[in-house]
């Protein structure tokens, strides 16, 4: 079998979204959003059989710390040629190339529980957490009545900056772009998008319970308006960066329930780099 590695061979789209509909079994619409805007945010890299892609992967560029970073994602193989080692080599590839351009990190988040153990083959740690706390409608509602805004309510942000003021550090900072196209993604599969000029959030909605599963906000009192205004749910779980700034979410007179977990995983591409521990992704793809 004569391999061929390549990276951002863009004649190969047409043959990707397929790949990507077969494996994911994702909505065609969402699957031509993705194509049509990743070239702002991603680099792929194919594995090829007689100019036929047979296995991809994509790396959605972004900054940990300061420093050049990115976010694996949308690893897939055709069935027929799984079992060979492609994938393994193709990500060998990929990482070999964002190290050469400086990137000093690489993240991603596993499918199943079950490929954590496929990617630490690759030295990746799962130094990766979130947490999830549990609001009930009346603690919501209590929050949004203790309205205390730090910066004035008509100020707007970028996605880059609600990150950055909301999250110490160990983050990874995804650019605007790609969050933009996050929302519209997550918008196809019927999640609620909130956003006004200083908060976000995408939330998933099951009967009674609300899943916010992504926030960015200065203040988190004028989020949890929002979300009551736009959900009718009874319980609202929260994903979130574990140490979060301007937030209820640790206050000791607030009766909420509060786990962390694990959240994905982490590799150094740089020798003089020491791991970090407790990071934050953020969004997630495939």
Same mark, same amino acid.
């Given at each position: 079998m004569n391999l061929k590695f390549e990276?951002?061979?863009?004649?190969?789209? %047409?043959?990707?979204?397929?790949?990507?509909?077969?494996?994911? #079994?994702?909505?065609?619409?969402?699957? $031509? =959003?993705?194509? $049509?805007?990743?070239?702002?945010?991603?680099? &792929?890299?194919?594995?090829?059989?007689?100019? !036929? %892609?047979?296995?991809m992967v994509f790396l959605v560029h972004s900054t940990l710390n300061g420093e050049k970073a990115h976010y694996l994602c949308s690893a897939a193989t055709s069935k027929e040629y799984r079992g060979r080692g492609i994938m393994s080599s193709l990500i060998e590839y990929a990482l070999e190339d964002a190290r050469s351009k400086g990137e000093c990190y690489s993240l991603l988040f596993p499918a199943d529980d079950g490929l954590y153990g496929y990617y630490t083959r690759f030295g990746y740690l799962p130094n990766c957490i979130a947490c999830k706390t549990v609001f009930s409608r009346?603690?919501?509602?209590?929050?949004?009545? $203790? !309205?205390?805004?730090?910066? $004035?309510?008509?100020?707007?942000?970028?996605?880059?900056?609600?990150?950055?003021? =909301?999250?110490?550090? #160990? &983050? =990874? =900072?995804? #650019? #605007?772009?790609?969050i933009s196209f996050a929302f519209k993604y997550y918008s196809l599969y019927d999640c609620k998008v909130i956003k006004s000029e200083n908060c976000c959030a995408l939330i998933s909605e099951q009967s009674d319970c609300a899943d916010v599963f992504y926030s960015l906000y200065i203040s988190f009192s004028t989020l949890a308006k929002m979300i009551l205004e736009n959900s009718s749910a009874k319980t609202f779980v929260f994903t979130h960066k574990a140490d979060?700034?301007?937030?209820?979410?640790?206050? %000791?007179?607030?009766i909420v329930t509060q786990n962390t977990e694990k959240y994905g995983m982490i590799k150094s591409l740089c020798d003089k780099n020491r791991t970090p521990e407790d990071v934050f992704i953020g969004i997630t793809l495939n």
């Amino acid at each position: 079998m004569n391999l061929k590695f390549e990276k951002n061979n863009y004649e190969y789209i %047409p043959q990707l979204k397929r790949l990507w509909m077969d494996i994911f #079994n994702e909505k065609e619409q969402a699957v $031509d =959003l993705f194509f $049509d805007r990743c070239k702002t945010f991603v680099s &792929f890299y194919t594995a090829s059989v007689d100019r !036929k %892609p047979v296995s991809m992967v994509f790396l959605v560029h972004s900054t940990l710390n300061g420093e050049k970073a990115h976010y694996l994602c949308s690893a897939a193989t055709s069935k027929e040629y799984r079992g060979r080692g492609i994938m393994s080599s193709l990500i060998e590839y990929a990482l070999e190339d964002a190290r050469s351009k400086g990137e000093c990190y690489s993240l991603l988040f596993p499918a199943d529980d079950g490929l954590y153990g496929y990617y630490t083959r690759f030295g990746y740690l799962p130094n990766c957490i979130a947490c999830k706390t549990v609001f009930s409608r009346q603690e919501l509602e209590k929050i949004a009545q $203790d !309205k205390i805004l730090n910066h $004035d309510d008509s100020e707007a942000f970028s996605f880059e900056e609600l990150q950055r003021f =909301l999250f110490k550090n #160990n &983050f =990874l =900072l995804q #650019n #605007n772009e790609f969050i933009s196209f996050a929302f519209k993604y997550y918008s196809l599969y019927d999640c609620k998008v909130i956003k006004s000029e200083n908060c976000c959030a995408l939330i998933s909605e099951q009967s009674d319970c609300a899943d916010v599963f992504y926030s960015l906000y200065i203040s988190f009192s004028t989020l949890a308006k929002m979300i009551l205004e736009n959900s009718s749910a009874k319980t609202f779980v929260f994903t979130h960066k574990a140490d979060c700034k301007n937030t209820d979410f640790a206050m %000791p007179n607030k009766i909420v329930t509060q786990n962390t977990e694990k959240y994905g995983m982490i590799k150094s591409l740089c020798d003089k780099n020491r791991t970090p521990e407790d990071v934050f992704i953020g969004i997630t793809l495939n």
